[in-house]
């Protein structure tokens, strides 16, 4: 399949490509060699990954580059800490970088905000390209700039707006994908079906009922996705309005991966959980919607998950320390309808809580209850 190029223009100033499709790495030393020194580039990969196709990754920089510096990181959420930040900066540093050092971040979504967040503050920044390479990372964490970090208190709370200079999505990548990492990569797309095209739900639903591997209906989705988060990217860069539209589901899932502990459940998983929850409470506050359109997928997400959270009131305090909090009220992301969402200042925490209870159930938790 050859790949199709997307122009995505983020912002006045900046403007990238976004490659999609099957064995586009071919073009990746071209388009290097109109950017950058051919001394070198650092290599932040994840350390499956690394085992999966790192030798085709090295191939692909030794066509252009005379040296590379190969940093691997371990797979899951961990990694995205202060800790592992620090050891890939004295790495890069006491190997010697100029400012014009690209550098390359393959992988899934935690290997890519981790990388993105060190291309950020090494020298105050230096060039950033992503290679991603699963389905959650092509369609949602490597477009738009967003890096980050998490700490103790909540996920991704330390990081910037970073812009790389170009994204490759290689579908071939997604032929060593485990079931899991679909699952949670179908997430983001769903998410995308609620806010903006109902149409994928019926797409994916018909491609999870069969295999899940790449071809040509998923980088049609994929294309599809990219699209749909560039959209609402270049109207809102710094996530000042309607990128908050991308957090449907989030301040739900982020608290279900706090309290949980990070690495207990996927991202995916938990922000699955998380638009049940808010296309529950927006139901009830008499919206269109409501979670029939998630059930196909649902047995899906529910034979993988191991456990969830069973404390609804220290999943409410989570949520309080999620990164939108504004003036001490949660900002919701809600659904008007299916395909128009937007921000809801919650203070009902009653409704809160019985959203809470209506999702944990789909789910078969005993749930902690507190008189």
């Given amino acids: 399949m050859a790949h199709s190029s997307i122009e995505v223009s983020i912002s006045f100033e900046d403007q990238y490509e976004v490659h999609v ?20 580039i650092i290599v932040v990969i994840d350390e499956k990954v690394h085992r999966l196709h790192g030798e085709k990754v090295q191939a692909v920089c030794d066509e252009y580059f005379q040296d590379s510096l190969w940093l691997s990181v371990p797979e899951g959420e961990r990694s995205k800490s202060l800790g592992q930040w620090q050891s890939l900066i004295d790495r890069i540093l006491g190997d010697g970088v100029e400012r014009g050092t690209p550098l390359l971040a393959v992988g899934g979504g935690v290997s890519g905000d981790l990388a993105g967040f060190v291309a950020a503050s090494t020298l105050r920044g230096i060039p950033l390209i992503h290679m991603p390479t699963t389905l959650l ?9 967003k890096t980050g970090l998490n700490h103790d208190t909540g996920k991704n709370l330390i990081g910037a707006f970073y812009q790389p200079d170009a994204v490759f999505a290689d579908t071939a990548f997604l032929q060593t994908l485990e079931q899991k990492e679909w699952i949670t990569g179908m997430a983001e797309v769903l998410k995308y079906a609620a ?18 591997e790449p071809g040509e209906e998923w980088a ?35 608290a279900l991966e706090k309290v949980a502990g990070y690495g207990s459940l996927s991202h995916g998983e938990a922000v699955f959980a ?40 220290a999943l409410i305090e989570a949520m309080k320390t999620d990164k939108k909090v504004k003036d001490n009220t949660l900002q919701l992301v809600l659904l008007k309808d299916w395909g128009s969402p937007y921000i809801h200042p919650c203070t009902d925490f009653s409704m809160l809580r019985e959203a809470w209870q209506y999702t944990l159930a789909q789910f078969n938790v005993n749930i902690i209850r507190y008189k």
């Fill in 21 to 40: 499709g099957q064995d586009i790495r071919r073009i990746f030393p071209s388009f290097c060699s109109n950017r950058y020194s051919r001394e070198k």
């Fill in 137 to 145: 990372a092509m369609v949602d964490s490597s477009i738009g700039g």
């Fill in 195 to 212: 806010i903006r095209s109902p149409e994928l739900f019926d797409q994916v639903a018909g491609l999870s009922r069969g295999a899940l």
């Fill in 220 to 254: 049609q989705i994929i294309s599809e996705s990219i699209r749909i988060k560039t959209d609402i990217v270049e109207e809102d860069t710094l996530e000042a309005g309607k990128r908050a539209f991308l957090n449907f589901g989030h301040t739900f899932g982020h």
């Fill in 274 to 313: 998380g638009m049940i929850a808010a296309t529950y409470f927006s139901q009830h506050l008499g919206h269109p919607v409501d979670d029939i359109r998630f059930a196909p997928f649902l047995p899906l997400y529910k034979q993988q998950i191991q456990s969830m959270p069973t404390d609804i009131e």
